[in-house]
Nanobody, 114 residues
């Protein structure tokens, strides 16, 4: 079945870095646009970044541009989110999403705190 599994979250101090990974299975990963979303408690979901099939087009939310980098390895069916210069306001549950087919991962918590 179609599945997206996130990994790499955790607790980090402000100014630190984390790399999230999303392993895809059950569909032709290389043929689909992929995205990262995040959900902050008591707030709506935010589209963090999107990467097109061949990585030739990438979009970022203004709140993360120049700090986060989205990438993908189609040979490994995996997408990444490198997060640098993390801020407390980046604390959220992060989701890997295949928007075209409406599939979401289970989400992974990222907490930025002293």
């Amino acid at each position: 079945q179609v599945q997206l599994v996130e990994s790499g979250g955790g607790l980090v101090q402000p100014g630190g870095s984390l790399r999230l990974s999303c392993k895809a299975s059950g569909f032709a990963f290389s043929s689909y646009t992929m995205s990262w979303y995040r959900q902050i408690p008591d707030k709506g979901r935010e589209l963090v970044a999107t990467i097109f099939r061949t990585s030739d087009s990438i979009n970022y939310a203004d709140s993360v541009r120049d700090r986060f980098t989205i990438s993908r390895d189609n040979a490994k069916n995996t997408m990444y989110l490198q997060m640098n210069s993390l801020k407390p306001e980046d604390t959220a549950k992060y989701y890997c999403v295949a928007p075209t087919i409406g599939t979401w991962g289970q989400g992974i918590q990222v907490t930025v705190s002293l």
